[in-house]
Nanobody, 116 residues
Framework: QVQLVESGGGTVQAGGSLRLSCAAS????????MGWYRQAPGKQRELLAV???????NYADSVKGRFTISRDNAKNTVYLQMNSLKFEDTAVYYC??????????WGKGTLVAVSS
């Protein structure tokens, strides 16, 4: 069974940085597309960044230039480096794994709070 566990969230001042991690198990990690999403209170879940099995990346305009997604297939882990954090980045951050057969699995999320 596929399991995803996010970590690295916390409270940070505006302008600061955090690195989120998402560890996967129960799958051949290197074959899957990984994504980071977030959901702020009262808002819909938002796609932030995606990295394919081949290492191609794509970003939402709201985080382009500030956030970087990467993966370490040896550690079955995907990362989200977040720099120049803003108050509006406050949200619960989730990782998603998409298999070759387009099945999606979600982690339970990690909270990021940015103080202004």
């Amino acid at each position: 069974q596929v399991q995803l566990v996010e970590s690295g969230g916390g409270t940070v001042q505006a302008g600061g940085s955090l690195r989120l991690s998402c560890a996967a198990s129960g799958t051949v990690f290197r074959l899957n597309t990984m994504g980071w999403y977030r959901q702020a209170p009262g808002k819909q879940r938002e796609l932030l960044a995606v990295i394919t099995s081949g290492g191609s990346t794509n970003y939402a305009d709201s985080v382009k230039g500030r956030f970087t997604i990467s993966r370490d297939n040896a550690k079955n882990t995907v990362y989200l480096q977040m720099n120049s954090l803003k108050f509006e980045d406050t949200a619960v951050y989730y990782c998603k794994l998409t298999t070759r057969w387009n099945m999606d699995y979600w982690g339970k999320g990690t909270l990021v709070a940015v103080s202004s």
